[in-house]
Structures are given as structure tokens and as C-alpha cells.
């Protein structure tokens, strides 16, 4: 490995620790650098406000993106953790990682824990590393309706 790709794998380590710190500070006005205009995103077992809302999320487009999240966060409180990255640089400019994952979000209606994985693609442009993919797999959640 030479320096670069360290570089590179340290570079997106952060993407993801800002990922989770802007999203539970929900300091959401800064989230939008983090990814592609053109991200995805499908969520698995999505905390939800209302236990007849659906557990799956797919959400296409950065705004898209930034909007549902920070509208299911509204007068919640979360707390995300991500670790053992799993980061392979696929070339020069993309990479995959998959993260382990642990997060408890307080909503008004549901006190909400879930155990999984992230499955990211990131892209290198000029001003850092992005998201552009998103695909959160649960092995377990726990939703205790208030």
C-alpha cells in the first residue's frame, strides 16, 4: 500500500465518523457534502414514527436524501456507531466498505435500536470523497412503542 491509498482509506474512515456525527447532532445543513448529487439509498429495518409506516426506506438523490432523514429526525434524539471498516479501493477514484454498525434513535413515538451493516460504494471527486451508495442490513432491531 503506498501513501495515497492510505490516504484514501483514512479519508473515507472520516467521511463515515462525520456521516454519524452531523446526523446526531443533526447539524443537517452540513450533510449534504457527504455524498453524490446522485446518491442511493435503501434503509432496512428503518426506525419509523408509527409502527404502520414501512421498515424499508429507498431514497434516490442528495436532496432527497437529506430531506427524509432530517424529517424522520425531527424531535428525536439518535445515537449511530460504525466500526471494523471493511474498505477496499476498487480503483484510483471508488472504493467499497462495509461497517458494522450499532444505533438507538429516541422518536416521540418509538424508542428504536438496531444491530447491522453498511454497505457503501464512495466516489473520489475534486473536492474529497463522497457517498454515493447506501445499503444499511439489519441483523436485528427493537422497536418499544411509547
Given amino acids: 500500500m503506498n501513501i495515497d491509498q492510505f490516504n484514501d ?3 473515507i ?8 456525527r452531523i446526523m446526531d447532532t443533526q447539524q443537517f445543513d452540513e450533510w449534504p457534502v457527504l455524498f453524490t448529487e446522485d446518491v442511493t439509498a435503501l434503509y432496512e429495518g428503518a426506525p419509523r414514527a408509527s ?3 414501512p421498515t424499508e426506506i429507498e431514497i ?5 436524501l437529506v430531506a427524509g432523514v432530517k424529517g424522520l429526525m425531527t424531535g428525536a434524539q439518535s445515537i449511530h456507531q460504525g466500526y471494523m471498516p471493511e474498505i477496499e479501493l476498487t480503483s484510483a477514484t471508488t472504493a467499497h466498505g462495509v461497517w458494522s454498525m450499532y444505533d438507538q434513535v429516541r422518536l416521540p413515538t418509538c424508542i428504536f435500536e438496531g ?7 464512495y466516489v473520489k471527486l475534486d473536492d474529497g470523497w463522497k457517498i454515493k451508495k447506501i445499503h444499511l442490513t439489519r441483523l436485528h432491531i427493537e422497536e418499544n412503542w411509547r
Fill in 9 to 11: 482509506l483514512e479519508a
Fill in 13 to 20: 474512515r472520516q467521511l463515515k465518523a462525520r456521516y454519524f
Fill in 51 to 53: 409502527d404502520d409506516l
Fill in 60 to 64: 434516490i438523490g442528495r436532496d432527497a
Fill in 115 to 121: 444491530w447491522g451493516h453498511y454497505h457503501e460504494d
